[in-house]
């Protein structure tokens, strides 16, 4: 059984930094890309950032390019964000999901718990 869990999230002031991690288990890691996801109150999941098998591929929303990098280590069973220059409007519980193949462009089939983060003005 897969699980992913998130961790890392928190209260932070606006243009502070925080980095949130993803630990899996379940299968074997480095086959597959992941994503980072987030959803704020009144609003749908959207996509934020993802990472194909070895990292060398990344894909990132608009609006954080520039600001997020996600990464991953394979040894450890482990995905990033980093996530920097926080807004307000960042302010979302974020999700860790895990891919259906190498590529990013394959879609997800697993979701982590969740990780509040929440930024002040």
Partial sequence: QVQLVESGGGLVQAGGSLRL???ASGRIFGFYAMGWFRQAPGKEREFIAA?????????YADSVKGRFTISRDNAKNTVYLQMNSLKPED??????????R????GGYNYWGQGTQVTVSS
């Fill in 91 to 100: 302010t979302a519980v974020y999700y860790c999901a895990g891919g259906m």
């Fill in 51 to 59: 990472i194909n098998w070895n990292g060398a591929i990344t894909s």
């Fill in 102 to 105: 190498r590529d990013i462009a």
């Fill in 21 to 23: 991690s993803c630990a």
